[in-house]
């Protein structure tokens, strides 16, 4: 049986033989973001997909993830380290039921969250991420908005964007957006010290009683930067994980021991070490998306890093 560390070092040099970038969200284990070059949320890994110098990308997450980094890198070669890692929010709907519904709204945009099918993003006008939605509506010219799929950050846009009409479609995180107000309660009861931070998918009330709200990697930075010694963690349990190895002083519990998203938990450091031995050998299947889609869901993805600069 191999070790972890010798895993970690079979990975570092096949990485640097194939000229592989190796992009990590912040969700994954411990022992594959120590072997990644970039690790983030989805706003990070698609600015450092863009950026990269290097030839091949191998993409630890989620598929809408190494779509992403395919999209906005045509000319490269994007693994995914366990093609059976999907995201069930970016199969909510079908390019069909978007563009009925962007009917019953002349005027509006539509807006994508990022974690959507590259189907789903030719059909809309920009992308967003949970750190970048608010952001980008405000910066919009149109007023009414067509936010898909998820309702729960589309609320959470809504009730800070006042000035825009934002129509929502029901979809949303089967494990975000399934944890209950009771069940916040009842952790807030069990640690009454703890500052509560939330991801915007969650349900809007929950949202509404946090102390802070955002993306993954701006919940992992404020937890870092209080002065607090306690704190919920309302997002994947693994960044339970991370923040207390990241912070040894202060204590982390879970807003719901059952927030765990088990697309993030499938891909293991084995794979990403099987993928670059088969990426060397030239077996690894790359990314592929059909030419049709490609066009428009690369336009709406660019137009969220404009904006996301601007
Ligand atoms: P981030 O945008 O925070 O990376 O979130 C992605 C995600 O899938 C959250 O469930
Ligand atoms: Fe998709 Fe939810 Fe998993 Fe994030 S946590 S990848 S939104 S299923």
Redesign the pocket.
């Known amino acids: 049986m191999r070790t972890i560390q010798e895993l970690q070092a079979s990975i570092a040099r096949l990485k640097q033989e194939s000229d592989v970038c190796i992009l990590a969200?912040?969700y994954q284990s411990p022992d594959i973001l120590e072997a990644a070059d970039v690790t983030g949320?989805?706003?990070q890994l698609s600015v450092s997909a863009r950026q990269s110098n290097c030839k091949r990308l191998l993409v630890c997450g989620v598929r809408f993830m190494a779509e992403t980094a395919k999209l906005l890198n045509p000319d490269k070669d994007v693994f995914e380290a366990n093609p059976e890692a999907g995201?069930p929010m970016a199969e909510q709907f079908t390019p069909e039921q978007i563009l009925a519904e962007k009917a019953k709204y002349p005027d509006c945009a539509v807006v994508a969250y990022v974690?959507t099918t590259a189907a789903i993003k030719a059909v809309s006008d920009v992308c967003v991420?949970?750190?970048s939605a608010l952001q980008i509506v405000k910066a919009m010219p149109q007023t009414d908005i067509l936010f898909i799929p998820d309702c729960n950050l589309g609320a959470y846009v809504q009730a800070h964007c006042p000035e825009k009409r934002i129509h929502l479609v029901q979809g949303g995180?089967p494990y975000?957006g399934a944890i209950t107000l009771e069940e916040v309660l009842a952790a807030k009861q069990a640690h009454p010290n703890a500052l509560l931070l939330v991801?915007p998918?969650c349900n809007p009330k929950i949202s509404a009683m946090a102390d802070f709200v955002g993306?993954?990697?701006n919940i992992m930075r404020y937890a870092k930067e209080s002065d607090a010694e306690e704190f919920l963690i309302g997002?994947?349990i693994s960044i339970v994980m991370h923040l207390s190895m990241a912070c040894p002083d202060k204590r982390f519990y879970p807003m719901a021991s059952r927030l765990i998203?088990p697309d993030m938990r499938v891909t293991t450091l084995a794979d990403v070490e099987r993928v670059l031995r088969e990426i060397a050998d030239g077996s690894a299947a790359a990314v592929t998306l059909p030419v049709a889609v490609s066009q428009g869901a690369r336009h709406s993805l660019e137009q969220m890093l404009c904006y996301g600069n601007g």
């Open positions: 969200h912040s949320d989805s706003y995201c974690n991420t949970s750190s995180c975000h991801h998918e993306a993954t990697s997002t994947e998203c």
